[in-house]
């Protein structure tokens, strides 16, 4: 308990929750928030057992790596806002232990290094027929973790491109980072886009889903603009599974 109260404060957070093992930070801080946990609340675990990513998938969650769980309260904006928000916070900090520019944002929710991910976001939100009531956060970031073979050409770990990297290092510097998130509920600005436009992966790439064509940048509340010259139109896309062509 003296860790965790130490920690909350050097991060700047209401309070802190460590756990050995969890099926997932995600459940832990819907349930904290059920109870009337504060916002900014932070659970981390050191293993996840059914951690998850968009869509249902599994998200490998083994010890070494970083699995957040924070808690945001109304007012907060479309979960895509806060995803990104997240992610060009999360690159910032990747880039900062690097020492150079080289995180990548892939929309929605994936943080990149060398064409893998080394982070994801999802957002969950909570509401009680029209009213917002709370919105879980989860980061999991492959820091000294194992990537499993089957994987291995997707995902990458911090360590495998800074070999000396811990997990403290990611957790001093990405908590206090993440915090201003919960109390900022606008559209993205036009700096927050332009810093996302500088990191965008996608950007120019042809899709086949969510919808054919080329991705062609975000607007403020997060969807994905895909422009479709055949047809002379741009579509807007606010959530789905991105495949390439």
């Not at 810093?195 to 965008?200: G, H, K, L, P, V």
């Not at 919808?211 to 789905?240: C, E, K, Q, S, Y």
């Amino acid at each position: 308990m003296a860790r965790v109260a130490l920690e909350a404060r050097r991060w700047g957070v209401p309070r802190c929750v460590r756990a050995d093992r969890l099926p997932s930070t995600l459940d832990a801080v819907h349930e904290l928030a059920a109870q009337g946990a504060a916002g900014g609340t932070v659970v981390i675990a050191a293993e996840q057992t059914a951690g998850r990513g968009r869509d249902g998938r599994v998200w490998h969650s083994p010890r070494g790596g970083a699995w957040i769980g924070m808690l945001v309260r109304p007012p907060f904006p479309a979960t895509g806002v806060v995803s990104i928000r997240a992610g060009l916070v999360i690159a910032d900090v990747v880039d900062e232990l690097l020492g150079d520019p080289r995180a990548q944002l892939k929309w929605p929710n994936d943080v990149l290094v060398e064409d893998r991910k080394v982070a994801g976001v999802l957002c969950e939100a909570r509401w009680q027929g029209g009213t917002p009531q709370w919105l879980a956060m989860g980061i999991g970031v492959n820091v000294e973790n194992e990537i499993p073979g089957a994987v291995a050409d997707q995902a990458i770990a911090l360590r495998d491109v800074l070999p000396d990297v811990r997990l403290d290092d990611v957790l001093d510097r990405l908590i206090p980072a993440l915090l201003p998130l919960t109390a900022h509920h606008a559209p993205l600005t036009e700096s927050e886009c332009a810093a996302f436009d500088r990191r965008d992966w996608l950007r120019g790439r042809a899709l086949r889903a969510p919808v054919m064509g080329r991705a062609a940048g975000i607007r403020g509340d997060g969807a994905l603009f895909v422009d479709n010259p055949g047809a002379g139109a741009t579509n807007v896309v606010r959530d789905g599974h991105v495949e390439l062509s």
